[in-house]
């Protein structure tokens, strides 16, 4: 059965420190998994970063600051890793910009690993050596089924303190016009007993040199033991919950300062001229 633990008393390395040293679930599944060894092939300490990820991070940073009008919100909604992030999905290259632009300036942010398709973004060998060294680990399809590896590597990572970046719509979207989201979400964080982060980003849709992209991280979305509930009803509140947090952060965006510098500067001097 799965159990609640303390998190003073968990035997998983990292994954049952919380602030406060409060009860936490943790499924039988994940407990079964984060004992096993991480892929050889994938960075093994999440916590120190390697110097090609570190590296890799502030080139694009530097790049997107450059190329893009960027702005971010709501790094103080960061929770302590271990922690999913759970984002809207719009093109391939939202990690790119979620990563190094939100979630790799936090002082000791451990490393953000990321699920990618093996037989489209692992097609390569040079791919294979280099990607994992970046976050990336490859989940296979199986005409619809679960792969039990890319999930057993989910726990794992979590086990060790990492971050996980996934996109529950399952698909790209328009806007703030979600997908349906995947059950998946809910199911991993409440086997793992870690806190999600919602994200909502704009902007990338119709992406152009000097656009505005708007990155907006929601408060965490905790999930609660299941205690007498049924598993997978409290899975599926963890997702709505995850959906209403993204919208919220769309809503965050919108109520946001639109103007650029240029333009309230503008209008700071015609106010003056009017007195």
Not at 29 to 53: K, M, N, S
Not at 193 to 220: K, M, T
Request: glycine share 8%; with cysteine; hydrophobic share 40%.
């Amino acid at each position: 059965m799965p159990s609640i633990r303390s998190s003073r008393a968990s035997s998983t390395p990292d994954a049952g420190s919380r602030p406060g040293g409060r009860d936490i679930y943790q499924g039988k599944e994940y407990l079964a998994a984060a004992e096993l060894p991480l892929d050889r092939h994938l960075h093994q300490d999440p916590r120190h970063p390697t110097r090609v990820y570190r590296l890799a991070c502030w080139l694009v940073r530097l790049a997107l600051r450059v190329f893009f009008r960027l702005r971010v919100e709501g790094r103080e909604n960061i929770p302590p890793a271990p922690f999913i992030i759970a984002a809207n999905h719009t093109a391939w290259y939202d990690s790119l910009f979620i990563i190094a632009a939100a979630f790799s300036r936090q002082g000791q942010m451990p490393m953000v690993y990321t699920m990618a398709r093996w037989d489209t973004v692992f097609n390569r060998r040079w791919k294979r050596w280099l990607l994992p060294r970046l976050g990336l680990f490859a989940v296979r399809s199986h005409r619809g089924e679960l792969d039990e590896g890319a999930v057993a590597t989910f726990y794992q990572l979590l086990a060790r303190g990492a971050v996980v970046l996934i996109f529950p719509e399952g698909g790209y979207s328009r806007g703030r016009q979600l997908r349906p989201l995947k059950k998946g979400v809910g199911h991993f964080a409440l086997q793992a007993g870690v806190p999600i982060s919602p994200v909502a980003v704009s902007g990338l849709d119709r992406l152009r040199p000097f656009a505005r992209v708007s990155i907006s991280i929601g408060p965490p979305v905790r999930p609660d033991p299941p205690g007498w509930w049924d598993l997978n009803r409290r899975v599926l509140q963890v997702v709505e919950r995850v959906r209403s947090a993204i919208t919220q952060a769309f809503d965050r965006q919108e109520s946001g300062p639109r103007r650029g510098w240029v333009a309230r500067t503008w209008k700071k001097l015609r106010s003056r001229r009017g007195r």
